[in-house]
């Protein structure tokens, strides 16, 4: 089963602009990933947000939970050519053995 | 050493072949994972050892065989597999559970022919 959904599928923009992917999950959550994929081969771990946390940063990313909307987003800023890749929210279940990865959002920055 | 090594890259086999994916890592991670992705889409959760148990099996078929050798290495055995099986496979590790993100290798591209 799917346990996140994403939006959009695919976002294509210019280098310099910003880009926010959206993960809506059905059931409760310990927390919240995200991961980014280049061009299908191993997924990188880019930021875990906890299930108490509603905010977290990390360099050009910007995370947001919202535990009463099953929702979270990603905010990548000022975006670089080298950020076009697919982005996956995850979600776990089972204490945290079983995670679930979202349909992904593939990033397309042009130069 | 903050890898997850997979071997290997690229495989070609046959449906009658025997070959196994193998995945180290050396993190001192106590749990490791097996996930299958085709293209364009998710990942798939196949298998979970925990503490070198298997503590999930996605109800994958028997022609996929995990094993773990050690709390550093994970094996992938295949066996009589069909053309859509094919797929890119990934390993993964965490610290215990998911809690703190997972570490992943950069897969095994496997074509069944």
């Known amino acids: 089963s799917q346990q996140g959904e994403e939006d959009p599928q695919a976002l294509s923009i210019q280098e310099g602009e910003n880009a926010t992917m959206n993960c809506s999950y059905k059931?409760?959550?310990?927390?919240l990933q995200w991961y980014r994929q280049n061009s299908g081969r191993g997924l990188v771990h880019l930021i875990l947000i906890r299930s108490n946390e509603r905010e977290k940063h990390s360099g050009r990313l910007r995370v947001t939970l919202d535990t009463s909307k099953k929702s979270s987003s990603l905010l990548i800023t000022a975006s670089r050519a080298a950020d076009t890749a697919s982005y996956f929210c995850a979600t776990d279940e089972n204490g945290g053995f079983k995670t679930i990865f979202g349909a992904g959002t593939r990033l397309f920055v042009k130069a | 050493d903050t890898e997850v090594t997979q071997t290997p890259k690229h495989l070609v086999m046959g449906m009658t072949n025997k070959k196994s994916l193998k995945c180290e890592q050396h993190m001192g991670h106590r749990a490791m994972y097996w996930y299958k992705q085709k293209a364009k889409k998710p990942p798939e959760l196949m298998f979970v050892?925990?503490?070198?148990?298997?503590?999930i099996n996605e109800s994958v078929p028997s022609r996929f065989s995990p094993e773990c050798p050690n709390s550093s290495l994970l094996n992938l055995h295949l066996h009589a597999l069909q053309p859509e099986d094919s797929a890119l496979y990934l390993c993964?590790?965490?610290?215990?559970?998911?809690?703190?993100?997972?570490?992943f290798g950069s897969g095994t591209r496997l074509t069944v022919v």
């Open positions: 993964a590790s965490s610290r215990t559970g998911g809690n703190y993100g997972y570490t």
């Open positions: 059931t409760s959550i310990n927390n």
């Open positions: 050892y925990s503490y070198e148990k298997l503590s």
